[in-house]
């Protein structure tokens, strides 16, 4: 138990439920897939909600039932719905901070940029935030500011009810004649939302592993990779590409020779590794075989352009997914290995490539 992080859950429950009614179908907001969300990832220590619960009266009893704190914010006449709620939850995050130094990780229910200096605040205090908020009604500003951003409606158990087709009523003409009958629109079916682009994924592991091999020069484990991605990415979630769970990705991604999968120091959390061999020596051979190709009576061949050439001859080419940053990077290597001669000319201002004779 040492080792599991600490959870303080605070609620901004009126920007949570009006999110629900007004971007979800008018569903109502539901605790659970939140709970079910955190217990991944922790031990939840602290659970309040902040309203003025005479507007959320139905919703005070499942609150309760899951051992929440409500937090009654008044609002008379004359005083600022929107302020009272969220400065009394900014101050009680803050406080619980300096006062609970075993919780570790604060998530913050809300889709409202106001919160963001509390995050900043947390963040500087050394507390891991995770923010949880309606996607439609979630300010821009918000998911970046913190370590993790869970948005509700993607969260395992969330039903999203199909949104209605709207039906144009015709104008009526101004003639005596009787109407034809009014044609119903067809109902559309509910639109999903595609899934995301894997070889979009694949060219981002491959670029952020090599990115933690080049820096720390060390094993990059599954669980730094995966704290990598949500540093560069607070939405990053393995189920927008279809997998249940990361490692899933992960062994998908192995099996098209993106990564390479090894034992790591614990178990469930493999070593990932660029391969050393197989895409990257067969890239290589590419690049010797289109220079040698294209190349004139000087033997040389201009950097520019030469991807497109790689391209016709392979259009799956990407260095990208190799874990190379640019073009040049990967020809740099390339030359390296020895597949070519790479040398930058001034004449030329461009850098040219030469096979080198045996």
Same mark, same amino acid.
């Given at each position: 138990?040492?080792?599991?992080?600490?959870?303080?859950?605070?609620?901004?429950?009126?920007?949570?439920?009006?999110?629900?009614?007004?971007?979800?179908?008018?569903?109502?907001?539901?605790?659970?897939?939140?709970?079910?969300?955190?217990?991944?990832?922790?031990?939840?220590?602290?659970?309040?909600?902040?309203?003025?619960?005479?507007?959320?009266?139905?919703?005070?009893?499942?609150?309760?039932?899951?051992?929440?704190?409500?937090?009654?914010?008044?609002?008379?006449?004359?005083?600022?719905?929107?302020?009272?709620?969220?400065?009394?939850?900014?101050?009680?995050?803050?406080?619980?901070?300096? +006062?609970?130094?075993?919780?570790?990780?604060?998530?913050?229910?809300?889709?409202?940029?106001?919160?963001?200096?509390?995050?900043?605040?947390?963040?500087?205090?050394?507390?891991?935030?995770?923010?949880?908020?309606?996607?439609?009604?979630?300010?821009?500003?918000?998911?970046?500011?913190?370590?993790?951003?869970?948005?509700?409606?993607?969260? +395992?158990?969330?039903?999203?009810?199909?949104?209605?087709?709207?039906?144009?009523?015709?104008?009526?003409?101004?003639?005596?004649?009787?109407?034809?009958?009014?044609?119903?629109?067809?109902?559309?079916?509910?639109?999903?939302?595609?899934?995301?682009?894997? &070889?979009?994924?694949?060219?981002?592991?491959?670029?952020?592993?090599?990115?933690?091999?080049?820096?720390?020069?060390?094993?990059?484990?599954?669980?730094?990779?995966?704290?990598?991605?949500?540093?560069?990415?607070?939405?990053?979630?393995?189920?927008?590409?279809?997998?249940?769970?990361?490692?899933?990705?992960?062994?998908?991604?192995?099996?098209?020779?993106?990564?390479?999968?090894?034992?790591?120091?614990?178990?469930? &959390?493999?070593?990932?590794?660029?391969?050393?061999?197989? &895409?990257?020596?067969?890239?290589?051979?590419?690049?010797?075989?289109?220079?040698?190709?294209?190349?004139?009576?000087?033997? +040389?061949?201009?950097?520019?352009?030469?991807?497109?050439?790689?391209?016709?001859?392979?259009? &799956?080419?990407?260095?990208?997914?190799?874990?190379?940053?640019?073009?040049?990077?990967?020809?740099?290597?390339?030359?390296?290995?020895?597949?070519?001669?790479?040398?930058?000319?001034?004449?030329?201002?461009?850098?040219?490539?030469?096979?080198?004779?045996?």
């Amino acid at each position: 138990m040492d080792q599991e992080d600490r959870i303080a859950l605070f609620l901004d429950y009126e920007n949570l439920a009006l999110g629900a009614r007004e971007h979800l179908g008018g569903m109502a907001f539901d605790l659970r897939p939140i709970a079910d969300a955190l217990a991944e990832r922790g031990r939840v220590v602290v659970r309040r909600a902040y309203a003025d619960w005479s507007y959320f009266d139905e919703d005070r009893r499942m609150l309760t039932r899951s051992h929440v704190e409500l937090i009654e914010m008044p609002q008379r006449m004359g005083a600022s719905r929107k302020n009272a709620a969220d400065i009394k939850m900014a101050v009680d995050a803050v406080e619980l901070a300096f +006062e609970r130094a075993y919780v570790s990780t604060f998530v913050i229910c809300t889709g409202d940029s106001d919160f963001t200096p509390l995050v900043h605040k947390l963040r500087e205090l050394n507390k891991r935030v995770i923010g949880v908020g309606v996607e439609k009604s979630t300010s821009a500003l918000l998911p970046p500011a913190c370590d993790e951003f869970l948005y509700y409606d993607r969260l +395992e158990g969330v039903d999203v009810p199909p949104a209605r087709a709207k039906r144009n009523r015709p104008a009526r003409l101004p003639s005596p004649e009787p109407q034809p009958a009014e044609q119903e629109s067809e109902p559309q079916p509910a639109v999903e939302e595609p899934v995301r682009d894997v &070889d979009t994924l694949s060219v981002l592991v491959a670029q952020t592993v090599a990115g933690l091999q080049g820096s720390s020069g060390g094993e990059v484990t599954a669980s730094t990779l995966k704290r990598t991605l949500l540093r560069k990415d607070p939405t990053f979630s393995e189920s927008d590409y279809g997998f249940r769970t990361f490692g899933e990705l992960l062994r998908h991604l192995a099996a098209h020779t993106v990564i390479e999968l090894a034992e790591g120091p614990a178990k469930g &959390d493999p070593e990932v590794s660029l391969p050393e061999h197989g &895409d990257r020596e067969v890239a290589f051979a590419l690049v010797r075989s289109v220079v040698q190709d294209l190349a004139g009576d000087d033997g +040389e061949v201009a950097l520019s352009g030469l991807k497109n050439q790689l391209r016709r001859v392979r259009p &799956d080419f990407s260095e990208k997914k190799l874990g190379y940053r640019s073009f040049l990077q990967f020809c740099k290597a390339a030359a390296t290995s020895g597949a070519v001669h790479l040398e930058w000319s001034s004449e030329a201002d461009d850098y040219l490539l030469t096979t080198p004779t045996t």
